[in-house]
């Protein structure tokens, strides 16, 4: 599995769009790139994931590089709630599909 | 969403007695469950993989002796701490893998967690 990089902390206006990097040179053509997030003792919540076309849901967007080596996390107008730490991890379904997590970005959204 | 459920949320027990946790997938059947740990200020540290009817696979450096698991059915894994020391507090973590059919890839949700503190 492809390992991740993430900047270690980011900070957000509430309101505003949150943009949340993540690099993974060493992907594989048969992994897809997962983005959880981890509120304060909690288990990691399901954001959203991507192979090579970007993708919307009614939480973020995930947008992946043509060469996939990189992608970013939008959370297009984000909230107080939207505080947490996000991970970034490429997985292949076939395998053991295991998720390898790095230590994610701390964001926090401020009033 | 699926959903995934852990049990109990929180334990305290004393050194060196045994402490089973549970880990259920509510409404779809995972032939797949994961087990991570998390010590404050880490990140998540995946301990093992749980395949119903098999026996689980464990990461290096994870003693399968001390961390019991069992997948007995598609919607139950259990992680088994034995003889538990405080050097076993922490957070752990399950998911479960959850196939789509018809979609276009797999997703693990995960359990809300169970914070163990061993005295």
């Known amino acids: 599995d492809a390992k991740t990089t993430q900047p270690t902390s980011m900070d957000c206006a509430e309101g505003r769009a949150a943009n949340l990097p993540c690099n993974h040179s060493?992907?594989?053509?048969?992994?897809?790139v997962y983005w959880y997030r981890q509120i304060h003792s909690q288990g990691p919540q399901y954001i959203i994931h991507?192979?090579?076309n970007n993708e919307t849901n009614e939480m973020a967007s995930l947008i992946i590089t043509e060469d996939r080596k990189s992608s970013t996390l939008i959370l297009p107008h984000a909230t107080l709630r939207d505080t947490a730490v996000y991970y970034c991890i490429a997985s292949s379904i076939s395998g053991t599909y295991k998720y390898i997590f790095g230590t994610g970005t701390r964001l926090k959204v401020l009033a | 969403g699926a959903v995934v459920s852990q049990h109990p949320s929180w334990v305290i027990c004393k050194s060196g007695t045994s402490v089973k946790i549970e880990c259920r997938s509510l409404d779809f059947q995972a032939t797949t469950m994961f087990w991570y740990r998390q010590f404050p200020k880490q990140s998540l540290m995946l301990m093992a993989t749980s395949n119903e009817g098999s026996k689980a696979t464990y990461e290096q450096g994870v003693e399968k002796d001390k961390f019991l698991i069992n997948h007995a059915s598609l919607t139950l894994s259990t992680l088994t701490v034995t003889s538990a020391h405080p050097e076993d507090s922490s957070f752990y973590i399950c998911s479960a893998r959850h196939r789509t059919l018809g979609g276009h890839t797999d997703t693990q949700y995960f359990g809300p967690g169970t914070r163990l503190t061993v005295l």
């Open positions: 060493t992907i594989s053509g048969n992994e897809y």
């Open positions: 991507g192979l090579k």
